[in-house]
């Protein structure tokens, strides 16, 4: 399976010598981004190592589709184990993120100071200076 663009090492496929796995390029690739966008992200892999590895992956369909597939179970094995050694630790990630997630405004535009129908929003009533 080793060629200048895929290499198996460590029971595991990268793109030719680096360390980036075989299925973060390919799914950055199904996910609609380019060779080149794909690059932005792992600078250290030459753009034609990652034109390559999209090459192998078309080249060899039902290979990829498995280890695509043996690839998210044990990533999901593997998460699901760590849940359940810590599952505080998860618990309060998940509100972390949560509370963190932006909230959605109703009406964005009054709260730049127009109202949705395009009339400046509401003022509330200035204090009179006696």
């Not at 980036?20 to 190592?49: C, H, K, N």
């Amino acid at each position: 399976m080793n060629s200048a663009y895929v290499q198996a090492r460590d029971g595991n496929l990268y793109v030719g010598p680096s360390r980036v796995t075989l299925d973060s390029i390919i799914l950055l690739w199904r996910g609609g981004q380019t060779p080149e966008e794909i690059q932005q992200d792992f600078p250290s892999v030459p753009l034609a190592i990652i034109y390559g590895a999209i090459a192998y992956h078309l080249e060899h369909p039902q290979d990829m589709d498995r280890y695509l597939r043996d690839t998210e179970d044990l990533w999901r094995t593997r998460r699901a184990a760590a849940e359940q050694e810590r599952p505080e630790f998860y618990a309060r990630m998940r509100q972390r993120l949560a509370a963190a997630r932006p909230r959605p405004v109703e009406d964005t535009q009054s709260v730049r100071g127009v109202a949705a129908s395009g009339d400046p929003a509401p003022q509330a009533p200035r204090p009179s200076r006696r």
